[in-house]
């Protein structure tokens, strides 16, 4: 089946710690985003990337770094610089130069203590 | 800067009511607006609205986009409790070429009581 893996579903690390999401997709998407939704916020753009080894800031980057090596594949890693980083994280992807909305994985929903 | 606002941010009815979310947007260069209905993780897909004028209808969920005024309303008829979710609207645009990112709104959060 095609689709979008995020994994973990379920993540709790210390504060100071580095912690990387991982983002895996078959579906042959060129495009892949990286959105972070607390509550009553909506969903916010963290970083995208539409090709290999290219990708983008979104408006709430800092604190964050991701790659894109593969096309396959974008992870997001949480770094210890980001302020408040618990929140639910999502992974989309979408068919570069064609609209219509994006593919997203299921979150991962990461706790920091 | 492109926004999304939707109004409103929560709402409780009965079963069977009859329900509105708003949806006005700005943005340079419009392509299309889309809604999303997201209950626990994922969000999934509901419509897509490039044309004024046109509704688009599923079951009992319509939407229909006014690109003149820059909002769109999504309507759901004989509301069930599976109706209750986060209802997220975006716009895209095309600014440049290439997938310009979604835009998104707060989300309107639904609960459908029996």
Redesign the interface.
């Given at each position: 089946d095609g689709g979008i893996t995020q994994s973990p579903k379920y993540l709790f690390r210390k504060e100071g710690q580095n912690v990387t999401l991982s983002c895996e997709q078959n579906l042959n998407h060129d495009a892949m985003y990286w959105y972070r939704q607390d509550p009553g916020q909506g969903l916010r753009l963290i970083y995208y990337s539409q090709i290999v080894n290219d990708f983008q800031k979104g408006d709430i980057a800092e604190g964050y770094s991701v790659s894109r090596e593969k096309k396959e594949s974008f992870p997001l890693t949480v770094t210890s610089a980001q302020k408040n980083p618990t929140a639910f994280y999502l992974c989309a992807t979408s068919i570069l130069f064609r609209g219509g909305g994006y593919t997203f994985g299921s979150g991962t929903r990461l706790t920091v203590v | 800067e492109d926004k999304?606002v939707?109004s409103p941010?929560s709402l409780v009815v009965h079963e069977g009511d009859t329900v509105t979310l708003n949806c006005s947007y700005e943005v340079t260069n419009f392509?299309?607006l889309?809604w999303?209905k997201q209950e626990k993780?994922?969000?999934?897909?509901l419509f897509?609205l490039?044309s004024s004028g046109i509704e688009k209808k599923s079951g009992r969920l319509s939407s229909i986009l006014d690109k003149k005024e820059l909002f769109s309303i999504l309507n759901i008829t004989a509301t069930q409790t599976g109706d209750s979710a986060i209802y997220?609207c975006?716009v895209?645009s095309n600014e440049y070429?290439?997938?310009t990112?979604?835009?998104?709104?707060?989300?309107t959060r639904l609960s459908v009581i029996a």
């Open positions: - | 999304v939707q941010l392509r299309s889309l999303y993780k994922a969000p999934t897909f897509m490039t997220l975006a895209e070429s290439g997938n990112p979604l835009v998104f709104g707060k989300g």
